[in-house]
């Protein structure tokens, strides 16, 4: 497929993840810090999220599994993925997570587990899209050799 058609491709993907409300504004300044000196620092970052998310959701189903819940723990981890989310404009995740830490200060494992829920599937939706773009990018660089 041409590179002008996978161009197309790739964004509407964004725009419809900015639509959706998966994304917001920061997104658009990490894409703005990539450039020759960093073609792949957008994928980089998106890689980092998609790793460390799937990490902190596991951890997150872990510390809730047990008998007697350590909810600042929890909310530690609930806190870390929050900020991972923010750093890449994951507007969707992020906001659950501000609902998820005030189930934490609650104490309510209900609220915990219900909004853990909801993050997970808030975020495998946005890694899939984030994959999806990420191997747009890589259709399109191949369309460019390299000299």
């Known amino acids: 497929m041409a590179a002008a058609a996978l ?20 997104f658009q300044q ?7 000196t960093a073609p ?3 994928s ?4 980092l999220f998609c790793d460390d998310g799937e990490r902190i959701i596991c951890e997150l189903s872990r510390q809730l599994e047990k008998p007697n819940v350590d909810f ?9 993925l929050k900020g991972s ?9 992020k906001n659950t997570c501000i609902q998820f830490r005030e189930f934490c200060q609650q104490r ?16 495998y939706d946005l ?16 369309c460019y050799p390299k000299h």
Not at 44 to 47: F, G, L, R, W
Not at 112 to 122: F, Q, S
Not at 127 to 142: G, P, S
């Open 7 to 26: 161009t197309s491709q790739l964004n509407a993907l964004v725009n419809n993840m900015f639509a959706m409300g998966l994304l917001d504004d920061q």
């Open 30 to 36: 990490l894409q703005m810090l990539q450039d020759s």
């Open 40 to 42: 792949d620092f957008v």
């Open 44 to 47: 980089e970052v998106v890689t």
């Open 72 to 80: 600042d723990r929890v909310d530690s981890y609930v806190h870390q």
């Open 85 to 93: 989310s923010a750093s890449v404009g994951a507007q969707k995740v």
């Open 108 to 123: 309510s494992r209900d609220g915990c587990l219900k909004t853990l829920d909801l993050v997970r599937t808030e975020f």
């Open 127 to 142: 890694r899939n899209k984030f994959q999806a773009m990420l191997q747009l990018e890589q259709q399109i660089q191949a």
